[in-house]
């Protein structure tokens, strides 16, 4: 992956927003503990980045384009 994490404040807590190689998940700010994971994407290829309630993410492999995914807080 070549994204950097983000601190997500939502409506229902503050938490780091992280993507891997093939996934994104999301950790307690305090404990480091997962609260939740997205997998079997292709590699991330851009930062996370957020509209109040929703997460935005985006993948895509080599030469191509992949979908934009949002992720509402609280859902996961």
């Known amino acids: 992956s070549w994204s950097s994490p983000l601190v997500w404040t939502n409506s229902k807590r503050t938490e780091l927003a992280v993507c891997g190689p093939d ?21 991330f290829s851009s930062s996370p980045t957020v509209d ?6 985006s993948n895509s492999a080599k030469s191509s384009t992949g979908p934009l995914l949002g992720i509402r807080a609280g859902q996961m």
């Not at 996934?23 to 590699?43: A, H, K, M, N, Y």
């Not at 109040?52 to 993410?57: E, K, T, V």
């Open 52 to 57: 109040g309630d929703i997460l935005y993410i």
């Open 23 to 43: 996934w994104v998940s999301g950790l307690d700010l305090e404990t480091g503990d997962e609260l939740w994971r997205l997998s079997r994407f292709q590699p």
